[in-house]
């Protein structure tokens, strides 16, 4: 991969403006200031490979040289599709799971933002806004995904069971390329049903441990522990508790896990 081979395999794709590196800390940081300096929507920041690549709640992110997609994609809302900026992660999660789907594999999402093959974390996603007043600006989308085994960290580092792209597949890898293009391909598409059912329905229909007693960690406290159901309308997850009482579980950093 690099800025020549990437460039001509995204110029059929209406993006905006791409930044190739092939080192760099951390693909959200610069397109942070880009989307601050006034980058066009859906231009993109990529990196063959991070060296402080971060994830949520503080955690860090490995991409090394030549292993997986570490990308960030700069989104500038419209009116029509701020109503619905809670969506972006379903967005950014349904494309990821695509591409997956789009190779004969069968992609999970674990809510509200990893990509699971075979129930272990391909890919995870991290959004950050740039807020003018109370408004979103822009919002960077940045997309880790491991695509080589060379990308999956060694055990000691890893926080759960993770896996790649080639590792799941049983036939040659595509180029990296070739699945980013697949990617950015979904997320426009989808991009024009954002304020539809049709994609919260999408994304739902993915949703790992749907059905499953699950437990959600918040962070402080007990955790909370009910039936996974699916997701409102605004991409918050629903649950149903012990008590048949239904339970809406909207912001935070929440991890979904199987209860013993
Ligand atoms: C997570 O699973 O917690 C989210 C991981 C997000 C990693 C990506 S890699 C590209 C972009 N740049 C970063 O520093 N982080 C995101």
């Known amino acids: 991969m690099n800025e020549h081979s990437l460039k001509k ?12 590196f092939d080192s760099i800390g951390s693909t959200n940081d610069e397109a942070l200031a880009w989307a601050a300096a006034g980058a ?85 996603i991290l959004i950050e806004n740039i807020w003018s007043g109370d408004d979103v600006d822009s919002l960077v989308i940045g997309m880790g995904i491991n695509v080589y085994k060379s990308s999956v960290p060694p055990a000691e580092l890893l926080q759960s069971p993770t896996t790649s792209i080639e590792d799941a597949l049983e036939k040659k890898t595509p180029a990296r390329e070739e699945i980013l293009f697949n990617i ?21 229909e993915i949703l790992a441990f749907r059905g499953e007693q699950v437990q959600i960690h918040t962070g402080t406290g007990d955790p909370t522990t009910g039936e996974l159901l699916g997701l409102e309308s605004d991409g918050s997850l ?23």
């Open 9 to 20: 395999k995204l110029s059929k794709l209406d993006i905006g403006n791409l930044r190739y």
């Open 40 to 124: 066009q929507d859906l231009s993109i920041v990529i990196a063959n490979e991070q060296t402080q690549g971060r994830g949520r709640l503080d955690r860090k992110w490995f991409t090394p040289k030549g292993s997986g997609l570490a990308f960030s994609l700069i989104l500038r809302p419209s009116a029509a599709l701020r109503p619905y900026l809670s969506r972006t992660v379903g967005l950014a999660a349904l494309s990821i799971a695509e591409s997956c789907s789009g190779l004969g594999l069968a992609p999970r999402i674990k809510w509200p933002n990893d990509i699971l093959l075979n129930g272990k974390k391909t890919a995870g």
């Open 184 to 204: 950015l391909s979904a997320l426009i598409r989808w991009r024009e049903h954002i304020g539809t059912d049709k994609l919260v329905k999408a994304w739902e």
């Open 238 to 260: 629903r649950l149903r508790d012990a008590h048949d009482k239904s339970i809406i579980i909207r912001f935070g950093d929440i991890s979904v896990r199987p209860s013993a």
